[in-house]
């Protein structure tokens, strides 16, 4: 629910003990295959002392576990059944009990699932994990899922203060100014201490609000004017500080001052940290879509073994030269898996416009009481020119585009430079939330598919109806029904740490369009089926990543990756998916939470 996706602020050398080009670490990267393969030997190694280290197979043709006694969903709409097997990391069968424990061997492991339900592993198609893993490491966090009212916010800013000790400063990352009261002032954070320097980052990731000691601390001398980048210090009527920071030059002139250096060892256990949180949610595997540095690729793999979730990447367009070393693992079509590791490569990103909340995105009407229609961020001769050139390295695109006028430029762009092939990858519309109908129809004949950060309806669906883009607009932002209606495929995604982790709150809304802050229904005609809504977080997410041969379904010979739910989503009201409790997740056939 950001600007542009995610701020850059944490990838600035300032704030790592050795650049941020080193933050999990250096290994050296040839180009060859031969010389990769050898790179890539020790993984196997680094997964065991990291404990991914598994129990022996069963003999051969027999299952390593087998769940019996529930629901097990191999597709969304395909007949349920009551047993699944698996060995060696793969799925062996599913069917009756009967059928099914005929690969039961001496060493077989048997799961009871006491009637819970068994899924495909559920799937997060964009989730920016690495600025999430240090956000929630490092800063406290103060957004509307833990302080939902402004009274509750700062309550549990002064409880913070209390523990803290004197001139240490108090950090909180994920305040929403939309849902938590609107911005923060110096004077409220004066209110809650003058004894600490206090900032709180905005959930856009571009904005911040710091009290009087924070300025007195950094230094910040009073006549400072407009900064680089259009980044400035808010003020009020009389020309003084109100506390409200603007864009990252501003932002970074406090970050050195925020937390310790970051160092691989932090940057490792907070991802891992993070990624066992995620799990719990359900999720069995998250896309990384422009936020992971090509540097951190050798080192990021040799630790993904280590994490509760798969995970994968596309790389921003201005680091595309960084993937050729993997040119050799096969870029393009299908994900390129990483030798030894849980980590794969797909496309690449570019963000294209900025977002609706803080009215940055560009549409071709303008906004609700404003003649601002917002700017993309690059001409459409620029992206057409970006395009082609992802073409001509031989990936396809996923671009950032929440306005239609976006849109509209970028599927120009996509036309010029693959027409309606799909040879090389699925080209994706990242967030979707303003597209037309003629768009959709575009998309269908063009190949391109979307993905919509759903939580934008569940949270800010009264915002948009009411103050920024009235009714009629609102009712048709992410319409998954349209996209059923031309046949386009689509997953959903959560845009973390932008919006709470989860699939299943995604899945609920996408069934009730339900905005949860006023419980008012978005968009009713654009309400889709449970088994729509788990497709677009199973086999269809699995497609725009470039592994749809390999998960997103419990088919005979793809991952065993397994999310177990205490109740089955189809006996359940609509309105309380999201609530259902996680039992389990499983990652290529080895239990990761539960």
């Not at 701020?7 to 003990?17: C, G, T």
Request: aromatic share 8%; charged share 20%; glycine share 8%.
């Amino acid at each position: 629910m950001c600007r542009a996706c995610v701020s850059q602020l944490y990838l600035r050398d300032e704030l790592f003990a050795n650049g941020s080009a080193g933050l999990f670490g250096t290994t050296e990267v040839r180009t060859t295959r031969r010389d990769f393969m050898a790179l890539s030997a020790t993984a196997a190694a680094v997964a065991s002392t990291l404990g991914s280290s598994r129990s022996a197979f069963a003999a051969d043709g027999g299952a390593d576990t087998i769940f019996i006694n529930g629901t097990v969903i191999p597709v969304p709409g395909v007949t349920p059944v009551n047993a699944l097997a698996i060995g060696q990391g793969k799925v062996l069968a599913t069917g009756s009990k009967n059928v099914v424990m005929g690969l039961k061997t001496a060493q077989t492991k048997i799961v009871d699932l006491e009637g819970r339900t068994l899924l495909p592993g559920l799937m997060d198609s964009h989730h920016h994990t690495v600025m999430a893993g240090l956000v929630f490491e490092l800063l406290h966090d103060v957004g509307y899922s833990v302080f939902p009212t402004r009274r509750q916010l700062i309550d549990g800013l002064r409880a913070i203060a209390a523990r803290t000790p004197p001139g240490q400063w108090i950090c909180g990352a994920k305040f929403d100014n939309l849902l938590q009261g609107g911005n923060l002032s110096k004077e409220e954070l004066d209110g809650v201490s003058t004894q600490h320097p206090i900032f709180i980052w905005y959930v856009n990731s571009h904005d911040a609000c710091v009290n009087s000691l924070a300025y007195k601390d950094a230094n910040i001398p009073n006549n400072i004017g407009t900064l680089p980048g259009n980044s400035y210090f808010g003020r009020d009527a009389n020309g003084q500080f109100n506390g409200l920071l603007y864009e990252e030059a501003a932002l970074m002139m406090f970050a050195p001052k925020l937390f310790p250096k970051i160092t691989p060892q932090l940057a490792a256990k907070a991802t891992q940290d993070y990624l066992r949180t995620v799990a719990a949610t359900g999720t069995t595997f998250v896309h990384e879509p422009g936020t992971l540095r090509s540097e951190w690729i050798a080192p990021f793999a040799k630790l993904s073994n280590s994490f509760a979730c798969r995970t994968s990447a596309s790389i921003m367009f201005d680091d595309v030269k960084g993937l050729e070393p993997y040119r050799g693992l096969g870029l393009g079509a299908k994900a390129a898996q990483v030798p030894n590791s849980l980590f794969t490569l797909y496309g690449i990103k570019i963000v294209v416009d900025g977002s609706p909340q803080t009215e940055t995105a560009a549409y071709t009407q303008p906004y609700l009481h404003t003649d601002n229609k917002g700017k993309p961020n690059f001409t459409a001769a620029q992206l057409k020119e970006m395009v082609a050139a992802a073409k001509a390295f031989g990936m396809p695109v996923l671009l950032h585009c929440q306005g239609d006028y976006t849109v509209d430029i970028a599927l120009d762009a996509i036309e010029a430079a693959y027409g309606n092939s799909t040879a090389l990858g699925v080209n994706r519309i990242e967030h979707s939330m303003f597209t037309r109908e003629d768009q959709y129809q575009r998309m269908k004949a063009l190949n391109v598919e979307a993905t919509f950060l759903m939580n934008n309806i569940r949270y800010y669906g009264q915002a948009y109806r009411d103050d920024i883009f009235g009714p009629r607009r609102t009712n048709y932002s992410a319409a998954t029904g349209a996209c059923l209606q031309n046949k386009i495929n689509f997953s959903l995604h959560t845009d973390a740490p932008c919006s709470p982790v989860g699939p299943l709150p995604l899945v609920e809304t996408a069934m009730t369009r339900v905005c949860v802050i006023d419980n008012s229904v978005i968009g009713a005609d654009q309400a889709i089926s449970l088994d729509e809504a788990l497709r677009a977080v199973t086999i269809n997410a699995a497609r725009q990543i470039g592994m749809g041969d390999r998960l997103g379904s419990l088919e005979k010979g793809k991952e065993a990756d397994i999310t177990i739910l205490e109740d089955n989503p189809y006996k359940v009201d609509p309105a309380r998916i999201g609530k259902i409790k996680v039992s389990e997740t499983w990652v290529a056939g080895r239990k990761r939470f539960g």
